[in-house]
């Protein structure tokens, strides 16, 4: 298995309270992962700890051959990200945005053309991110993800508060990338319709323990060998962690 991401028993505790619980996933490459839990559940402390903004406590993370935190810097590099909502300057246009991200990288010129190509935006470049709708700042958010080819992109919620229009084209957008841009995609939702049309592996957290990980044919295949409806993701998922909150003696 060509993995891309892979953890050994990461942890993240603050003071007394275990965020993420010696998880250890496995990421292949050029494949769209998607990251599920409940709200709370570690995704986006796991998913920060990818991009060097929270420390882990204790294990260990690989990032395309290169371990943190020996390599941090060259993690960062060979990762494109979107974590939760993207900052902007909304005085400044869609391109002057990405240009800044462009000067920061010294990447080409035309760089900042090819993204606002590739998500949409170009007829849109000229115009204020402050007269931006929210669809179109969660693409810009995408296309600065996007600057320079990452092999690696990390995508939280990139369709948070977005209408079925604009779920759908940030979603088909989303699949296009590994195939357009060699990369491999780490995405989170809550939207579990959405990561069963788009993702090829899944990971599933609850209390910040990885319950799963592998394909979706296989989590239906596990959920019915374990007596669980598995006509669809949202069925199989609400059965796992309810059966897990169940052993931590909580509520369904």
């Known amino acids: 298995?060509?993995?891309?991401?892979?953890?050994?028993?990461l942890t993240k505790r603050y003071k007394d309270f275990t965020a993420v619980n010696k998880i250890n996933l496995h990421i292949q490459k050029g494949r769209i992962y998607g990251f599920l839990g409940p709200n709370g559940a570690g995704k986006s402390t796991t998913m920060k700890m990818f991009l060097g903004l929270t420390a882990p406590t204790s294990g260990s993370f690989s990032v395309n051959g290169k371990t943190y935190p020996k390599d941090r810097r060259e993690i960062l590099r060979e990762t494109g990200s979107f974590i939760e909502s993207p900052a902007y300057?909304?005085?400044l246009?869609?391109?002057?945005?990405?240009?800044?991200?462009?000067?920061?990288l010294k990447l080409p010129k035309s760089s900042v053309k090819e993204v606002l190509e590739l998500t949409g935006l170009y007829e849109h470049r000229r115009?204020?991110?402050?007269?931006?709708?929210?669809?179109?700042?969660?693409?810009?958010?995408l296309a600065g993800a996007?600057?320079?080819h990452p092999p690696v992109l990390i995508l939280d919620e990139p369709t948070n508060g977005l209408d079925p229009a604009g779920i759908h084209e940030i979603r088909t957008l989303i699949r296009s990338l590994p195939e357009k841009y060699n990369c491999t995609v780490l995405v989170s939702s809550h939207l579990l319709s959405e990561i069963e049309l788009m993702a090829d592996d899944i990971g599933i957290l609850n209390h910040g323990r990885l319950l799963f990980e592998g394909t979706l044919t296989e989590l239906k295949t596990h959920a019915h060998e374990l007596g669980y409806p598995s006509e669809?993701?949202?069925?199989?998922?609400?059965?796992?962690?309810g059966e897990d909150n169940l052993k931590r003696g909580g509520r369904k």
């Open 1 to 9: 298995m060509n993995t891309i991401i892979e953890t050994h028993n």
């Open 89 to 91: 300057y909304g005085n």
């Open 93 to 104: 246009t869609g391109e002057e945005n990405l240009q800044i991200i462009q000067q920061i």
């Open 127 to 141: 115009r204020p991110v402050s007269k931006y709708s929210l669809g179109m700042k969660q693409r810009l958010g």
């Open 146 to 148: 996007l600057m320079g």
């Open 232 to 241: 669809n993701l949202e069925e199989v998922f609400l059965s796992m962690i």
